[in-house]
């Protein structure tokens, strides 16, 4: 924990965060989930920060693309195993068994739960200058907006061009025993009166996957309407 802490060079006044951010769900009830709603929000602000300052020939639309690229599930757990997370992770038995501290989605997770722990702790500042550090390696460049979209990121832009307010996902349901559960997620358009869900392994997982259907149902009904 004090590598760790040398290695995000913040030490925790209040070190029950950081332990926290480490564990899962599987592991104990005081777990990382609600560290982790936070620092999704944080670690998306400080993004759009830096993207602002440093593409700032770019429009919006190409922002919101390539904040996607940076914020996903595959970039985050690339800088969560340059953190050395696997290793410190607290998972249940069964989660550990399975595979789950090099499960992508749970490092992805703790790493916004490391984030969101280190602005509770700090304040946005400390929490900002941290995320600058963690994508200092990253290559920023205009032509990440090229890379795929993924679901998430597809509907986003629809519903941009279009000048609509982004959707709200909800979790509706988690089934299973602690260490293989499905989540049960609502994609919700409510200037549209559109409602969709998703199931995944993980809550990200589940997201994607309820935009997803939410896209075919926007292409089906909405497009061929107008």
Request: net charge neutral; proline share 4%; aromatic share 4%.
């Amino acid at each position: 924990m004090q590598q760790l802490q040398q290695r995000l060079q913040h030490v925790f006044k209040d070190p029950t965060l950081l332990a926290r951010a480490l564990t899962h769900r599987s592991f104990s009830i005081d777990h990382y989930e609600r560290l982790e709603f936070l620092g999704d929000s944080v670690l998306n602000l400080a993004v759009s920060d830096l993207l602002y300052l440093r593409l700032s020939a770019l429009p919006e639309g190409d922002l919101s693309r390539v904040r996607a690229n940076l914020v996903r599930q595959e970039t985050l757990h690339k800088l969560a195993v340059d953190l050395g997370l696997p290793r410190l992770l607290k998972l249940g038995e069964g989660e550990m068994r399975s595979g789950g501290p090099k499960r992508p989605s749970i490092l992805a997770d703790a790493l916004e739960a490391i984030i969101g722990a280190v602005y509770l702790d700090a304040g946005y500042a400390v929490a900002q200058a941290l995320v600058q550090r963690l994508f200092v390696a990253v290559d920023v460049n205009p032509q990440m907006d090229a890379i795929g979209k993924d679901p998430k990121t597809e509907l986003q832009e629809w519903l941009q061009g279009r000048k609509r307010k982004l959707p709200e996902y909800r979790v509706v349901a988690i089934m299973g025993a602690a260490h293989q559960q499905s989540f049960d997620v609502a994609c919700e358009i409510a200037e549209l009166r559109l409602s969709e869900r998703g199931i995944g392994g993980s809550r990200r997982a589940a997201e994607q996957a309820a935009a997803a259907a939410m896209l075919q149902t926007i292409h089906t009904k909405v497009d061929h309407d107008n």
